[in-house]
């Protein structure tokens, strides 16, 4: 079995300090969380960009500051979010692949989203396809539902990403595919041959996923964006406790953790630095 790949999903566009107080907002403080969680076994960090406010923002000047910060601590995969937040126009969604990122998220298609739209119309997904094509950037494919798997899999034919793709399964959002091991396994069987994948599972969710995904050969995603707390009633103190956990427990079923440069052989993406 390849070695286990750990994303630490830190920010969100969703979470609040009220929530959880020890979310880092600022570029210094998203450096400093994905570097700790790279020292823990995080060979990818997801990033979602905050004003100094707190409020979720793509603005490209904040997501090149962040990228720098991060690429002088350490060598960890720094992989934008063109998600952002619900509200956010695509003008405004696609600026983070302007600073050339290694890796970005690609939605490919329309789900609710607790109260919620998330919308991602074909206009959408192919114009986020061909610029992450343009520039180099591997697409991480975010699932929410079974047909968002066809919707990428229409982009192969049309030549806009390429095989071997690389899938995101995100389990648990209210309105969106259930967090069930049914479902997981479902989802993973219908991915081409050859693909990777790994799994967020949101809330009390995401370490029973990540437990599967672990014994499946997929790959996890943990941190603050997905799930707060520990365990029940008890705030993660960091995302890096998150990583930690699910290091240990890799490491306990016989599964060594995949370093950025071993994440970039996996999922073929090229060394930019």
């Known amino acids: 079995m390849e070695k286990l790949i750990i994303t630490a999903a830190i920010t969100g566009a969703e979470v ?9 907002i600022t570029p210094d403080e998203i450096a400093e969380e994905a570097y700790r969680c790279y020292l823990a076994g995080a060979s990818i960090v997801h990033v979602h960009a ?7 923002t793509q603005n490209v000047e904040i997501y090149r500051e962040i990228k720098e910060k991060i690429e002088k601590k350490c060598n960890i995969i720094v992989q934008p979010s063109t998600g952002g937040a619900v509200w956010h126009s695509i003008e405004e969604r696609i600026q983070p692949l302007f600073i050339n990122p290694e890796m970005a998220t690609l939605s ?14 074909q206009e959408y ?9 343009k520039r180099n950037i591997k697409p991480e494919i975010e699932v929410f539902e079974r047909g968002m798997i066809e919707n990428a899999l229409k982009l192969v034919k ?31 069987n219908c991915i081409p041959e050859g693909s990777t994948w790994s799994v967020a599972g949101i809330g009390r969710h995401e370490l029973p996923l990540a437990l599967h995904a672990i014994a499946m050969g997929g790959h996890v ?9 520990y365990r029940k009633g008890e705030l993660a103190r960091s995302n890096t406790q998150l990583v930690e956990r699910v290091v240990r427990i890799s490491r306990e079923f016989g599964r060594e953790i995949a370093t950025p440069d071993e994440a970039r052989d996996i999922l073929k993406i090229s060394k930019r630095r």
């Open 108 to 121: 490919t298609g329309t789900c609710n989203f607790g109260k919620d739209i998330f919308a991602n119309p």
């Open 50 to 56: 905050r004003k100094g406010d707190g409020t979720p």
């Open 16 to 24: 609040t300090r009220e929530q959880q107080p020890n979310l880092p």
């Open 158 to 188: 049309k030549g806009l990403i390429a095989q071997p793709l690389h899938f995101d399964f995100v389990m648990g959002v209210p309105g969106a595919v259930p967090a069930t091991v049914n479902d997981l396994v479902h989802l993973v």
């Open 125 to 133: 997904i192919e114009r986020f396809a061909e610029e992450m094509k």
């Open 221 to 229: 995603r943990v941190g603050f964006e997905d799930n707060i707390y």
